[in-house]
């Protein structure tokens, strides 16, 4: 499936980290502008104070100097004149000071100098507060500056701003400074005017213009380089991504020998590692999936053709006996033993499948008891009897009956010892011989079921347990059996606790020999061959 470049994620990596730095530089520059804007706000403020204060005094020292001189004028003449000499005593100051405005009031907050405002746009609230049309409504700018005046009138400076106060601050300022005779506020005396400083322009100065698209020009610049580091790096989350990728499409193709290389640290590297394991538990659960499916095709052979032999003979027969065929009494009794020994062969076929399906649901749980083995061993050779009898072999049972007793389930140690004298059946000879020894070795009671057959290759000695495994696939017809009767064998030695194994030499027998603890399990190793020690056939 091919992803679109927008679902990529080195790509939502990268747009995310340019959008993140886009809007961290522009919450930055925004941030920077108002701090410049304000703390410029602030020493606008705080120099229109000192220039108020400045012209205040000037004036006042003017006025009482006209007054001492010319006490014929009246005290709003002086003030007018004092306001007038201020501003243009030294003309060649004026230059010095193009920037500011300044309204002088007498102590009735009318204004006395200049006596108009011809300057638009900027100092509309200033013209329509002298200027008033209507005196029962005022703006909040006209009553803004009307409370300054009235403090100021009342001997205490003031200041504030008239506009709208936005982000770029086009508002504008202004201070009220009393004026007292003299210049000096001697506690006792009333104002006899105020003073109103303010700027010609509400531009913003160059240096915060220049800090403005500074910062807008760099935050493209930041975004882009952040956007080009975020691809550089998160190469090193989808390479490791995208070797995971194709190594689970190569996984979900059925290619389970697939494993990714991947040294990235941290969470990658685990989730790489666990990937592998991944892949690693699947093959071995598939190849048991095979086996299994192998066994299981095996097992349907293996039993349509042991279930086919017998109820062909036995249909066989049955027919014989209601045709009336061979109808003499050594006729009736050879047919009745073949058909209990085919019946029989079906009961062992199902009993086989019924212990197999036990083990593979682990169902499979022993019922302790004491035993003696050497009466167990007699009770099978008893049992099997029949079968020797017609094979011509020869059971010996070599089991001291001066062995300690053992904990073991009596019926499925007999059918151990039933399954391996059956196998022995199979592949010993007529006169030869079938013998079952066992010996102490402290906690451990080693058990051999030797025959004297033509042995097993040593390449299948590994594999006799195997299920459905024959050594010889061309004699299976000939030999019969379901192909379980080993494997049966290791399950109940297994659930008591024990091991078996399988040794052998072409030509001189072979011998079964396994492992059951007298009082506790024992992981010791299975003891040196007793084959060369135990078998003394001819």
Excluded at 8 to 25: E, F, Q, Y
Excluded at 111 to 117: D, E, N, R, S, T
Aim: net charge negative; glycine share 6%; aromatic share 6%.
């Amino acid at each position: 499936m091919r992803i679109r470049w927008w679902k990529n994620i080195r790509w939502r990596l990268a747009l995310g980290s340019a959008l993140i730095a886009l809007v961290s530089t522009g919450l930055l520059a925004l941030t920077t502008i108002l701090v410049i804007e304000y703390y410029y706000s602030v020493d606008l403020q705080s120099h229109l104070g000192s220039l108020v204060q400045d012209k205040a005094q000037s004036v006042g020292i003017l006025y009482e100097h006209n007054h001492l001189t010319h006490p014929e004028r009246t005290t709003l003449e002086n003030l007018k004149r004092s306001a007038n000499g201020v501003m243009n005593a030294n003309t060649d100051k004026i230059s010095h000071d193009p920037e500011h405005l300044y309204l002088f009031l007498n102590d009735q907050g009318r204004l006395i100098y200049p006596l108009g405002i011809t300057r638009n746009s900027a100092f509309t609230a200033l013209r329509a507060f002298f200027y008033p049309s209507d005196l029962t409504h005022l703006s909040a700018d006209q009553a803004r500056l009307q409370n300054a005046i009235k403090s100021a009138l009342k001997g205490t400076s003031a200041d504030g701003s008239l506009g709208r106060q936005t982000p770029v601050n086009t508002s504008l300022p202004f201070a009220v400074a009393p004026i007292f005779g003299g210049g000096r506020n001697d506690g006792s005396s009333a104002p006899i005017g105020a003073v109103i400083a303010t700027p010609f322009s509400t531009a913003i100065p160059g240096f915060v213009s220049t800090a403005g698209v500074a910062v807008l020009i760099a935050t493209p610049i930041i975004a882009l380089l952040v956007a080009a580091a975020a691809i550089a790096y998160s190469q090193t989350i989808t390479r490791p991504l995208a070797r995971l990728t194709q190594a689970s499409r190569v996984l979900a193709a059925g290619d389970y020998d697939t494993q990714v290389s991947v040294d990235a640290p941290g969470e990658l590297g685990e989730l790489a590692h666990s990937f592998n394991e991944m892949a690693t538990q699947l093959k071995s659960d598939v190849d048991e999936l095979h086996k299994q499916e192998a066994w299981r095709r095996e097992l349907i052979m293996n039993i349509t053709h042991d279930l086919a032999t017998p109820l062909t003979a036995i249909a066989g027969l049955g027919e014989a006996l209601v045709d009336g065929i061979d109808q003499s009494h050594e006729d009736y009794e050879a047919t009745g033993r073949i058909i209990v020994r085919e019946t029989l062969r079906l009961r062992r076929l199902v009993q086989d499948l019924h212990v197999m399906a036990k083990v593979e649901a682990r169902a499979l749980q022993p019922k302790l008891k004491p035993l003696r083995l050497a009466a167990l061993i007699d009770e099978t050779f008893a049992t099997l009897a029949t079968e020797f009898e017609r094979r011509q072999i020869e059971p010996v049972n070599s089991v001291s009956y001066s062995l300690p007793l053992i904990e073991a389930d009596p019926d499925m140690l007999t059918r151990v010892f039933s399954n391996l004298c059956n196998n022995s059946f199979h592949y010993t000879p007529a006169g030869g011989k079938v013998i079952i020894d066992a010996q102490q070795r402290d906690s451990l009671l080693v058990v051999s079921v030797m025959d004297t057959g033509e042995g097993i290759p040593e390449d299948a000695l590994p594999r006799v347990f195997e299920r459905f495994y024959r050594v010889d696939h061309a004699r299976q017809s000939h030999i019969g059996g379901s192909g379980l009767g080993l494997a049966i064998v290791q399950a109940i030695v297994e659930v008591h606790g024990g091991k078996v194994w399988a040794e052998s030499r072409p030509g001189m027998g072979a011998c079964i020999s396994f492992i059951l603890p007298l009082q506790t399990v024992d992981d010791t190793q299975p003891p040196q061959p007793l084959l060369q020690s135990q078998m003394r056939l001819s």
